[in-house]
């Protein structure tokens, strides 16, 4: 659902544009009496002007402004090196890797159930309700003892935070697969009947091509539910790296600008995950005869 | 829950009919109790003959051919596909059914749809191609094959379907309401293409209409149906020559026996619904 | 009804024979009375699984024997913890197969009376979740599975038990002050602003594009800033739980009053309706299926927002400052406690709106075929 040609990108940019004012707005509004307090403290006075200079510039603001948070990113990104313990590239690569380890095995692990929901009635009835209510818990509440539990058995760094992320993702993947799998029409399956098909020539020339639209939707949600998995993952583990750990050491050092630049990098990495996954449904789907919207 | 096959051969001839049924009955069970949707069908249906089904809603017209193809189970009675049970016959892939919907696989190119029936009943790739070749043509939709169903009219994708099942040499074409979504003028013209497809394939045909028109045009035998509980109310043999032009359609003998079928159609059909 | 073929008995006969073998259930300590019982149970289940015995008694043997295997089983380890063997196990995943086969037969019922058909929906799966938690007692308690690794439920249930009013005190926290006030308000701005864009058509183009993008953003970032700005109390978990909320019901609402039809729209349009009753009248309802849904995928995330930003900071109390610090200190059983707790309070969240959907947009074709 991105943006596209049709009479959006004017409307999306003006809003962006808005929020960014509003930001400014909030800057000020928010730092000024941490600023005027500082000047009293000091006693110093300053013109109106470089009042408003002074609230834009502070090393721990409130709310850091909008330019501030773009200079860190930038420097934080590009100006760094890779290896570097402040390079934001680093610690999204940190999330990155789990976030795609689990989203592989949730995604599979996911696939695989919604198969078996599908093909055995006992597993169906006995299977179905609990995986339906388990999407009303809260499960991100485990990740901490997930992770302290599985430290507990020598098993640390990437595969603890990868099974938030597979616990995650494999929930909606599976209800997801189970829809897909269901799709075909009736008539769709009394046709490979009047043929005489084999139950596994219904499931690889019916139920499986027509389960993809199905399976690209819940992987959409599966893969952000996986950096957030990934992401509060990385909170117990005492912020080493990743960007729930830059996250954390943001606010234990009151470093709002850290913060906000984790947060952006958060951002700017699901966005490019759900596109990846997107742009690989639109690809697929394409070569399997979609209408080309 | 069949008869022996052996008891519901006709008396004379050593080739069996296409479709024998005996006293047929089959009763739903839904939640508002059961529903009789075929009840005492005694019907039978020789080899090469193009038989159409006509009748309101709910008369069993559509069960009935789902009986036929072994889709529904019948409760009472016993019925014959080419001298075996249906389930028999589909086994040996005797079957070619033709939905109301085009119901082709919008993942799968025309030919690669075609070839579908093709995979499953594992044919070899050569024999594939040869017979994807020829149903096409039978359909002229052969400049379309690499298409997907979607860049097709809906005509044309009721035409790759009747490809589809002409393409592995099915015995019985089962045709249920095949052109009741399209419009008058490409109904007509697909009601030609048929008849001109069953004079060179020379296949028995089963065909479930509401037109009473396309039932005269296109059959040898008009079978009346009405409903609650679904039953055969008459059954009409047609005299007009198998070589059919559009505009027979407004001979006397065109009219007298659609005249026939409607009368049919009234003595059985209440309308104080 | 097609009699059904079940291999489970055969399964069942060959695992106890492999049990025999290895008897006994408990390492170098015989205990020939349970290992009869055990073994008489098991024997009569997998008899009625295969024999041609009437329905009513299969059903009955299946129902008992397996559950009495297992809750003998487990009795058993009380005295003799962690000393569980290979034939115990085996004994026990013949118990499990048998009450598979009564799954299996429960699940092929077909009976068309309400009342059996929704006693099955609730009787199959619960038997599943049963032999969830049999064999995770069996196998923490059978293999001395260290507590801090995973405790057994019944030792999760005892400590549930027992810390009642903390736990009480930090629902009241968690559940009653940031996830309340923040869902209503976090729903109350998404209704409201989309009302607004669905008035001006201009907002709507901008914030639609926004709001899908959003949904995929790991929005719970926000929480330690929220923290910092609004301080330890409930204050900062409601502000988090309130962002957390508004874009889902944003979106929904704005695509649920766009569902209309135009012929429905210029229905309206010839009773001269103005645009509020026209969106009183028509379009509100039209869009309660999309707003419900909302509600329900909120109910989820408020209590996740609310608990993971409690991992940032709290006054002593509530469920995500309970879970991480009893996780710090190794109390396991502690943590399952708060974490079976949020669970129902989820589900019931989740039940509670499910029930009001129901009653208001029953007219839904998905409520309408329940009915067939």
């Given at each position: 659902?991105?943006a ?12 962006l ?14 730092n000024a009496?941490?600023?005027?307090d500082?000047d ?20 721990k ?8 948070v ?8 590009f100006?760094?090196k890779i290896?570097?313990n402040?390079s ?13 380890l ?16 599908v093909?055995?009635v ?8 609990w ?9 991100l509440?485990?990740?901490?003892m997930i ?6 058995v ?5 595969l603890?935070?990868a099974?938030i992320s597979?616990?995650l ?30 139950g596994a020539q ?9 389960s993809v639209?199905f399976?690209?939707?819940s992987?959409k949600?599966?893969?952000a539910?996986s950096?957030v ?16 750990a830059?996250?954390?050491a ?5 470093q709002t600008?850290?913060?906000?630049a ?15 996954v997107?742009?690989?449904s639109?690809?697929?789907q ?8 | ?15 069996p ?6 006293g047929?009955g ?15 069908v ?9 038989v ?27 019925i014959?596909?080419?001298g075996m049970?249906p389930q ?20 799968r ?8 029936p ?13 017979r ?9 939709l ?9 860049q ?6 009721q035409?790759?379907s009747?490809a589809?099942?002409?393409?592995f040499?099915?015995d019985l074409l ?10 008058e003028?490409v109904?007509?013209h697909?009601n030609?293409?048929?008849l ?5 394939t ?24 009405s ?12 005299d007009?020559?198998r ?12 009219l ?7 009368d049919g159609l009234?003595?059985?059909?209440s309308?104080?619904? | ?9 055969w ?18 300590d015989?205990s020939?009375?349970?290992e ?11 008899a009625?699984?295969?024999m041609p ?8 043997v299946?129902a008992?024997a ?5 809750w ?16 115990f ?13 009564l799954?299996a037969l429960?699940?092929a ?11 099955l929906?609730l ?22 599975i ?18 009642l ?9 968690t559940?009653?002050?940031?996830v309340l ?19 001006i ?26 923290v910092?700005w ?12 309130v962002?957390?909320t ?25 009773y ?7 969106l009183?009248?028509l379009?509100l ?9 909302a509600?329900k995928i909120?109910s989820?995330l ?13 006054p ?6 309970r879970?991480?610090?009893e996780?710090?200190r ?22 509670v ?20």
């Open positions: 659902m991105r596209r040609g049709d009479g959006r990108v004017l409307p999306v940019a003006i809003i544009l808005a929020i960014l004012a509003i930001w400014y707005v909030g800057t000020y509004a928010m009496p941490f600023q005027r500082l009293r403290r000091g006693g110093v006075t300053r013109s109106s002007t470089d009042f408003f200079i002074a609230t834009m510039t502070q090393p603001p409130t709310l850091p402004a909008p330019h501030q773009a200079t860190n990113v930038f420097e934080n990104t100006l760094r290896t570097s402040r934001l590239v680093y610690h999204a690569g940190v999330t990155l890797a789990s976030t795609l689990g989203f592989a095995i949730g995604t599979a692990l996911g696939i695989l159930i919604a198969v078996g929901i093909h055995f006992s597993l169906d009835r006995s299977l179905m309700p995986l339906i209510a388990s999407q009303t818990i809260p499960i509440a485990l990740a901490p992770i302290v539990v599985l430290a507990a020598n098993l640390t760094g990437l603890p935070k099974l597979t616990y993702s494999f929930f909606p993947v599976a209800v997801g697969m189970v829809k897909g799998l269901r799709s075909p029409d009736l008539i769709n399956l009394d046709l490979m009947r009047t043929y005489h098909a084999s219904t499931f690889w020339k019916l139920r499986l091509p027509a639209p399976l690209f939707a992987m949600v599966a893969i539910a950096l998995g990934a992401i509060v993952g990385e909170l117990p583990t005492g912020a080493v790296a990743g960007i729930g830059k996250l954390l943001g606010s234990y050092y009151s600008i850290d913060m906000f984790a947060l952006i990098a958060g951002s700017v990495v699901a966005l490019l995950l759900v596109t990846a997107d742009l690989a639109r690809v697929v394409r070569r399997m005869g979609a209408r080309t919207a | 829950m069949h008869n022996p096959a052996s008891q519901l051969q006709p008396a004379s001839p050593a080739v009919p296409a479709v024998s049924a005996r047929l089959l009763t739903f069970e839904t939640n508002d109790g059961p529903v009789q949707a075929l009840a005492d005694d019907l039978t249906i020789n080899k090469g003959e193009f159409s089904f006509i009748g309101p809603s709910g008369c069993g017209k559509t069960t009935f051919l789902r009986v036929i193809a072994d889709l529904e189970q019948p409760t009472q009675g016993a014959s596909v080419n049970s028999q016959a589909r086994e040996r892939r005797a079957y070619g059914y033709v939905f109301q919907a085009a119901a082709l696989y919008p993942w190119t025309i030919e690669n749809n075609v070839a579908l093709l995979e499953i009943m594992g044919f070899s790739a050569a024999d594939k191609r040869a994807i070749a020829r149903t096409l043509d039978l359909v002229n052969t400049g379309f094959k690499k298409k997907f169903p979607w097709l009219s809906g005509g044309m994708q035409r790759a009747i589809r099942a002409l393409s040499d099915a089962l045709m249920d309401e095949p052109f009741g979504a399209l419009d003028i109904r007509d697909l030609q293409q048929l001109e497809l069953w004079e060179r020379s296949k028995t045909i089963c065909f479930v209409t509401h037109s009473i028109p396309e039932a005269v045009y296109l059959s040898t035998r008009i079978v009346v149906m409903p609650r509980p679904g039953r055969v109310t008459d059954v009409i043999e047609s007009l020559p070589d059919r032009p559009l505009d027979i359609r407004e001979t006397p003998a065109f007298a026996i659609a005249a026939r079928v409607r009234r003595a059985g059909h309308y104080d619904e | 009804m097609k009699s059904l073929q079940l291999w489970q008995p399964v069942v006969l060959l695992l106890l024979g492999m049990a025999w073998l290895g008897l006994p259930f408990h390492s170098a015989p020939p009375g349970l009869a019982t055990v073994f008489i149970l098991l024997l009569l289940g997998a009625a699984g295969a015995v009437p329905n009513w008694l299969r059903l009955i299946l008992v397996p559950h009495a295997t297992a003998l089983l487990i009795r058993s380890l009380l005295e003799r913890p962690g000393s569980a063997d290979d034939s196990f085996l004994a026990l995943a013949a118990a499990w197969l048998l009450a598979w086969q799954v429960l699940s019922v077909r009976c068309r009376r309400r009342d059996v058909q929704a006693s929906a009787i199959i799966p619960m038997l599943f979740g049963a032999w969830i938690l049999l064999f995770w007692e069996a196998f923490t308690r059978g293999l001395g260290p507590f801090i690794l995973l405790p057994p439920p019944s030792a999760i249930f005892a400590r549930l038990v027992t810390s009013p903390v736990i009480a005190a930090d629902v009241n926290q559940i009653f002050k940031s006030v923040g869902y209503l308000l976090g729903c109350g701005a998404g209704f409201l602003v989309a009302i607004l864009a669905d008035r058509p201009f907002m709507r183009r901008g914030l639609l594009p926004i709001g899908n993008m959003v949904s995929a953003l790991p929005i719970i970032g926000v929480a330690p800033i929220m910092m609004f301080g330890f109390d409930w204050h900062s978990k409601a502000a988090v739980v962002i957390m508004f874009f889902p019901m944003l979106v929904n609402t704005v695509a649920g009053l766009s569902v209309t039809s135009s012929i429905e729209r210029d229905l309206m349009r010839t001269a309706a103005g645009y509020w009753q026209s009183v009248k379009r309802p039209a869009a309660a299926p999309f707003i419900f849904n509600l909120n989820t408020a209590l996740i927002g609310a608990i993971v930003a409690e991992f940032f900071g709290t002593v109390v509530g469920m995500g400052f879970i991480s610090t996780v710090g190794m109390n396991v059983d502690m943590v399952w406690a708060e974490i079976a707790v949020a669970a129902v309070i989820g589900s019931l969240f989740y039940g709106i499910a029930l009001a959907e129901r009653s208001v947009t029953f007219w839904h074709p998905s409520f309408r075929s329940g009915r067939a």
